[in-house]
């Protein structure tokens, strides 16, 4: 079945940019997703990228899709405290409406 | 506004004891979806739903049922508690229009097994 990989951590100081990267397995996959769970909360999507679109901006948000290498990123801009999280890359499998998570990016962000 | 609910934020239950887990969406989705969250293993599929009375077994259904008798609600029972079952569960929804339909969480129920 499908794999889905990425950090467990990343640390970064408030104003810079954050780059959350995810790799998966199945090159059939059609939607890739990144979802952001702050503590004690469920999962909230942040956004979403199509298999045929190399880029996406959404405000302070950047998603990246290189399909060749099987690579997701997300890149946060002016990262602030409000930005930490646990961010989660998922990938839409293909038959039933069900996705594979990977195991959460831990972001801190610190004054 | 859309809406996941979730019976319990938090619960505990002694090994043993038969628990239910409720969700709730008011969306008019199809599909619905049981996770566990555990550290350092992300999120992992127990079972889901695509219509009522009709459920499919996830990555990790051993110790687990469930109950789909109306679209609104889905159900996780766990049958007889036990330790290694605490944990954040997860219900999640989400139609079957375009593939953008995004998939919806609740806020969580965070069992303790005694």
């Known amino acids: 079945g499908e794999d889905v990989e990425q950090s467990l951590f990343l640390s970064v100081r408030e104003g810079d940019s954050s780059v959350i990267n995810c790799t998966y397995t199945?090159?059939?996959?059609?939607?890739l997703y990144w979802y952001k769970q702050e503590p004690g909360a469920g999962l909230q999507l942040l956004t979403y990228?199509?298999?045929?679109?190399d880029m996406k901006q959404d405000q302070r948000l950047t998603v990246l899709l290189n399909k060749k290498d099987k690579h997701l990123s997300l890149r946060i801009a002016d990262t602030q405290t409000g930005d930490s999280a646990i961010y989660f890359c998922a990938v839409l499998n293909s038959g039933y409406s069900t996705l594979t998570f990977g195991k959460g990016t831990m972001l801190l962000v610190s004054p | 506004d859309v809406k996941v609910t979730q019976s319990s934020r938090y619960l505990v239950k002694r090994t043993g004891e038969k628990v239910f887990l409720e969700c709730v969406q008011d969306m008019d989705h199809e599909n619905m979806f049981w996770y566990r969250q555990d550290p350092g293993l992300g999120l992992r599929l127990i079972y889901f739903s695509y219509d009522v009375k009709m459920k499919e077994k996830g990555d990790i259904p051993e110790g687990y049922s469930v109950s789909r008798e109306k679209k609104e609600r889905f159900s996780l029972i766990l049958e007889s508690a036990s330790t290694n079952q605490t944990s954040m569960y997860l219900c999640?929804?989400?139609?079957?229009?375009?593939?953008?339909?995004?998939?919806?969480f609740g806020p969580g129920t965070r069992l303790t097994v005694l």
């Open positions: 990228i199509f298999s045929n679109m």
């Open positions: 999640a929804s989400r139609g079957t229009g375009a593939y953008t339909d995004t998939q919806y």
């Open positions: 199945d090159s059939s996959s059609t939607y």
